[in-house]
């Protein structure tokens, strides 16, 4: 069964163009002109990837990803932005929301069709890697993280992370005193064949300290190489 893709942009020639060259490539493509639209989308069928352009009137991108990150139905979901800006601020604001991968504008149709077999690629060997074996449930005084069950537990309180998130801090703390690089954890967690910046890492860091609270002390970083987890 062909895999969905919807596209979100609200100039319809790039709509068009998008969903030309992802058909051509078998996938099943949906199309929105704009954020509400896209989410009603989301709420009714099930899609294994969104591309979603930043700046759109009503509701932008950052806000859109926001709202599918907030839902535990779409959290995991793929999402690429297009965009024309390439400011610093505009990168860190999207990975700090969950974006996996950015195309600039004007696209190219074939960089964007590689990135999202990449991507799609990625999530399918994750999937099967987290159902076969089941990897073991690990406990640090009153901090608890389950991978079986995707659970995460400090004091009895049930904290909420995204997959890449829970991907990080879990091979964190299964390796505690281990040093990991920046470069070393792309790779493991994201892939060798995307395109991932080393800031990537730093702000899923950051998030993931956010939500531990005192509890996200014991995950250090060795300065300009990268970080790991202390009993």
Excluded: C
Excluded at 99 to 127: C, F, G, M, W
Excluded at 156 to 176: A, D, M, N, Q, T
């Amino acid at each position: 069964m062909a895999k969905t893709i919807l596209v979100v942009d609200d100039e319809r020639d790039i709509r068009d163009m998008l969903s030309y060259n992802l058909s051509k490539e078998g996938f099943s493509v949906m199309t929105s002109p704009d954020g509400n639209e896209a989410l009603a989308i989301l709420a009714k069928h099930p899609v294994a990837l969104v591309i979603l352009d930043i700046m759109m009137p009503g509701i932008d991108g950052f806000e859109v990803t926001r709202r599918i990150r907030a839902k535990k139905e779409t959290a995991d979901l793929p999402v690429i932005f297009l965009t024309a800006k390439s400011a610093e601020v505009d990168q860190l604001l999207g990975l700090e929301l969950g974006a996996d991968d950015y195309v600039q504008k004007p696209v190219s149709p074939r960089i964007l069709v590689a990135r999202v077999k990449s991507i799609l690629r990625r999530a399918a060997e994750t999937t099967i890697k987290n159902t076969i074996p089941p990897a073991e449930k690990l406990k640090v005084g009153q901090f608890e993280i389950d991978p079986s069950t995707h659970h995460v537990e400090i004091g009895g309180k049930s904290i909420f992370f995204p997959r890449k998130e829970f991907e990080v801090l879990y091979l964190l703390v299964k390796h505690p005193g281990r040093l990991f690089t920046r470069e070393f954890l792309i790779n493991e967690i994201w892939g060798e064949n995307l395109y991932i910046v080393e800031r990537t890492v730093d702000v899923h860091i950051w998030k993931i300290r956010s939500k531990l609270g005192k509890f996200g002390e014991k995950v250090e970083t060795v300065k300009g190489v990268g970080y790991r987890f202390v009993n």
